[in-house]
Protein backbone atom coordinates (compact mmCIF):
# COMPACT_ATOMS: atom_id res chain seq x y z
CA UNK A 1 0.00 0.00 0.00
CA UNK A 2 1.42 3.33 -1.19
CA UNK A 3 0.54 6.57 0.63
CA UNK A 4 -0.62 9.38 -0.93
CA UNK A 5 2.47 11.34 -0.73
CA UNK A 6 4.79 8.31 -2.21
CA UNK A 7 1.76 8.39 -5.15
CA UNK A 8 2.05 12.08 -5.59
CA UNK A 9 5.88 11.89 -5.60
CA UNK A 10 5.73 8.59 -8.38
CA UNK A 11 3.88 10.88 -10.24
CA UNK A 12 5.85 13.61 -10.24
CA UNK A 13 9.16 11.69 -10.84
CA UNK A 14 7.56 9.75 -13.99
CA UNK A 15 6.45 12.72 -15.72
CA UNK A 16 9.73 15.08 -15.26
CA UNK A 17 11.98 12.05 -16.08
CA UNK A 18 9.46 11.42 -19.10
CA UNK A 19 10.51 15.30 -20.14
CA UNK A 20 14.44 14.21 -19.09
CA UNK A 21 14.26 11.90 -21.93
CA UNK A 22 12.22 13.73 -24.46
CA UNK A 23 14.21 16.83 -24.07
CA UNK A 24 17.41 16.06 -23.11
CA UNK A 25 20.49 15.58 -25.84
CA UNK A 26 21.83 11.92 -24.28
CA UNK A 27 23.48 10.07 -26.28
CA UNK A 28 20.76 7.00 -26.02
CA UNK A 29 20.26 5.15 -29.43
CA UNK A 30 18.78 7.36 -32.11
CA UNK A 31 16.74 4.41 -33.15
CA UNK A 32 14.73 4.14 -29.72
CA UNK A 33 11.62 5.68 -28.41
CA UNK A 34 11.76 5.48 -24.02
CA UNK A 35 8.77 5.88 -22.30
CA UNK A 36 8.41 6.00 -18.16
CA UNK A 37 5.53 3.63 -17.67
CA UNK A 38 5.61 3.24 -14.48
CA UNK A 39 7.64 4.52 -10.70
CA UNK A 40 7.30 3.44 -7.42
CA UNK A 41 9.52 4.87 -4.73
CA UNK A 42 10.58 3.79 -1.03
CA UNK A 43 8.52 4.94 1.64
CA UNK A 44 10.93 6.99 2.71
CA UNK A 45 11.46 9.07 -0.83
CA UNK A 46 14.98 7.66 -0.78
CA UNK A 47 14.98 5.47 -3.90
CA UNK A 48 12.75 5.27 -6.70
CA UNK A 49 12.47 2.42 -9.08
CA UNK A 50 11.98 3.73 -12.92
CA UNK A 51 10.33 1.49 -15.09
CA UNK A 52 10.75 1.71 -18.73
CA UNK A 53 9.27 0.57 -21.78
CA UNK A 54 11.90 0.74 -24.91
CA UNK A 55 10.51 0.70 -28.30
CA UNK A 56 12.97 -0.12 -31.18
CA UNK A 57 11.48 1.88 -34.34
CA UNK A 58 10.68 0.10 -37.24
CA UNK A 59 11.50 -3.07 -35.68
CA UNK A 60 9.22 -6.14 -35.02
CA UNK A 61 9.09 -6.27 -31.14
CA UNK A 62 9.86 -9.38 -30.52
CA UNK A 63 12.71 -9.74 -32.90
CA UNK A 64 16.49 -10.52 -32.20
CA UNK A 65 17.34 -7.09 -33.17
CA UNK A 66 14.42 -4.96 -31.20
CA UNK A 67 15.66 -6.96 -28.12
CA UNK A 68 19.57 -6.47 -28.33
CA UNK A 69 18.65 -2.55 -29.05
CA UNK A 70 15.91 -2.56 -25.91
CA UNK A 71 18.96 -4.35 -23.87
CA UNK A 72 21.65 -1.74 -25.05
CA UNK A 73 19.57 1.38 -24.70
CA UNK A 74 18.89 -0.01 -20.75
CA UNK A 75 22.96 -0.24 -20.34
CA UNK A 76 23.28 2.72 -21.94
CA UNK A 77 20.38 4.34 -19.54
CA UNK A 78 22.42 2.72 -16.60
CA UNK A 79 25.64 4.13 -17.56
CA UNK A 80 23.83 7.78 -17.62
CA UNK A 81 22.12 7.75 -14.18
CA UNK A 82 24.29 10.59 -12.60
CA UNK A 83 23.51 12.59 -15.63
CA UNK A 84 19.61 11.49 -15.56
CA UNK A 85 19.76 12.28 -11.81
CA UNK A 86 21.62 15.70 -12.17
CA UNK A 87 18.77 16.46 -14.54
CA UNK A 88 15.72 15.48 -12.88
CA UNK A 89 17.45 17.35 -9.70
CA UNK A 90 17.48 20.62 -11.63
CA UNK A 91 13.89 19.78 -12.41
CA UNK A 92 12.59 19.07 -8.99
CA UNK A 93 14.72 21.19 -6.93
CA UNK A 94 11.99 23.44 -5.60
CA UNK A 95 9.50 20.67 -4.79
CA UNK A 96 11.59 17.86 -3.75
CA UNK A 97 14.55 18.22 -0.27
CA UNK A 98 16.97 15.59 -1.99
CA UNK A 99 16.28 13.58 -5.29
CA UNK A 100 15.95 9.88 -4.86
CA UNK A 101 18.41 7.14 -5.84
CA UNK A 102 17.01 5.99 -9.23
CA UNK A 103 16.75 2.10 -10.78
CA UNK A 104 16.18 1.91 -13.75
CA UNK A 105 14.35 -1.40 -15.00
CA UNK A 106 12.89 -2.77 -18.61
CA UNK A 107 8.96 -2.79 -18.38
CA UNK A 108 8.21 -5.56 -20.86
CA UNK A 109 4.39 -6.01 -19.90
CA UNK A 110 3.72 -4.61 -23.60
CA UNK A 111 6.01 -7.08 -24.83
CA UNK A 112 4.55 -9.87 -22.64
CA UNK A 113 0.85 -8.60 -24.11
CA UNK A 114 1.65 -9.20 -27.47
CA UNK A 115 3.69 -12.72 -26.95
CA UNK A 116 0.31 -13.35 -25.15
CA UNK A 117 -1.31 -12.19 -28.60
CA UNK A 118 0.71 -13.69 -31.03
CA UNK A 119 0.20 -17.25 -29.15
CA UNK A 120 -3.66 -17.26 -29.19
CA UNK A 121 -3.94 -16.14 -32.89
CA UNK A 122 -1.95 -18.69 -34.23
CA UNK A 123 -4.33 -21.48 -35.26
Known amino acids: MFTKRQNKVSR ?3 KELASVFQNSGLSIRKET ?6 VRIS ?3 STA ?5 IFAVGLEPLSAAAIEIKETA ?3 IHRQTVDL ?7 IKNQLKSVPQIKFFLD ?3 DYDENIE ?3 NIK
Open 108 to 110: DSI
Open 49 to 53: KVYLS
Open 74 to 76: LEE
Open 33 to 38: MITVSL
Open 12 to 14: MLQ
Open 118 to 120: NLL
Open 85 to 91: RRKLAAR
Open 43 to 45: PDL
